[in-house]
Each structure stands twice: as structure tokens, then as C-alpha cells.
């Protein structure tokens, strides 16, 4: 799988950057997975700001997902609803277990790892480079009217009526075969 929009509507795109990820680059030790084992890893959402969404965005939305996991359906590592339109940028960590970091009225859905909390890459060893598509979702809802136990992919279902523009970047990370 190229790119897991690919198959969506088409929408215009805008900007976003991070001052902990780089498009195209390896996470850090920070952005991998303490919880699968990870040596080092610290399960912290990356630090994301945002700008130049399309007009009409009353809220958004970010998604974390890996489309190379050898599951059949890709892994999603992080999914967070109901952002105000007002916010253009959280701080990395925002994604931990009390959402600490998210703005109010924001909430986490629980990723594949079962955890509704930002969950850190960890490619199964020897399985080669995972991408790691960092994603905020421009919507023209206020609030997207998924519960906070349902699925990311749920999440992505509903935002077909509602997106506006979408704004991406690519991390990757692999684990070497032992």
C-alpha cells in the first residue's frame, strides 16, 4: 500500500510540521514504543503544528497510522477527535494516558494496541521499514459524533461527509533482525 488516502476523496491539502519528526525520517527513541518493548522508547505523540487549513474547518482531527504492519488492516497508533478549530498545534506527549496535553473537548480513541493513548512504533524485528503516516484531519463539524470507545477506523468512516483537508507527514522506523 503506497498511501493509505489513496482511495479517499481527494482534498486539498495543508501544512504541518514538528519540532520532534521530520517527513520522511526516522522517529526518535521518544516516538518509539516503551509498551511493545522498545528499548528506549517513550510512547510520546510527537509535537505537531498546523496551518493554512481550508476555509469553513471548525474542527480537526489526528490520526497516527501504520500501513505496513503485517496485520491485513494496517496498526493505528493514535487517534484524537473533536480538536477546536481555534487549536493549530499540540505538545509532544499531548498523546499520553490522561491526554494531558490535548485541548479541552478533545479525546483519544483506543488505538490497535487497545490503549486510547498515543502507542509508539515497534515493527516486529526483521520485518523491514514501517511508514508512519502523521495525519490532522480538517472537518467542518464542531464535533464529529463518534463515542470515544469507537475504533479509529470508525473515526475515519466519518469523516468522509466532513473532511475539508487533510495534512500529512511520513515517519519511519524499523527494528532489526536479531
Known amino acids: 500500500m503506497n498511501d493509505p488516502f489513496a482511495r479517499l476523496p481527494e482534498v486539498p491539502s495543508f501544512t504541518v510540521t514538528s519540532t520532534t519528526v521530520k517527513d520522511g525520517e526516522v522517529f526518535g527513541a521518544a516516538q518509539m514504543s516503551g509498551l511493545f518493548g522498545v528499548p528506549g522508547g517513550q510512547d510520546a505523540s510527537p509535537q505537531l503544528s498546523w496551518s493554512g487549513a481550508p476555509e469553513g474547518t471548525r474542527s480537526y482531527a489526528v490520526t497516527v497510522y501504520d500501513p505496513d504492519a503485517p496485520t491485513g488492516s494496517g496498526f493505528w497508533h493514535w487517534a484524537v477527535a473533536d480538536i477546536p478549530a481555534a487549536v493549530t498545534s499540540l505538545p509532544e506527549g499531548a498523546g499520553d494516558e490522561a491526554g494531558s496535553g490535548l485541548p479541552e473537548g478533545a479525546y483519544q480513541l483506543p488505538t490497535d494496541g487497545g490503549a486510547a493513548r498515543f502507542i509508539g512504533a515497534a515493527p516486529p524485528a526483521g520485518h523491514g521499514a514501517h511508514r508512519y503516516f502523521i495525519t490532522v484531519h480538517?472537518?467542518?463539524?464542531?464535533?464529529?459524533?463518534?463515542?470515544?470507545?469507537?475504533?479509529?477506523?470508525?473515526?475515519?468512516?466519518?469523516?468522509?461527509?466532513?473532511?475539508?483537508?487533510?495534512?500529512?507527514?511520513?515517519?519511519?522506523?524499523?527494528?532489526?533482525?536479531?
Open 138 to 178: 480538517a472537518l467542518d463539524v464542531e464535533k464529529i459524533g463518534v463515542p470515544p470507545t469507537a475504533t479509529p477506523a470508525y473515526l475515519g468512516f466519518n469523516f468522509l461527509g466532513h473532511i475539508l483537508g487533510r495534512a500529512t507527514l511520513v515517519a519511519t522506523a524499523e527494528t532489526p533482525a536479531a
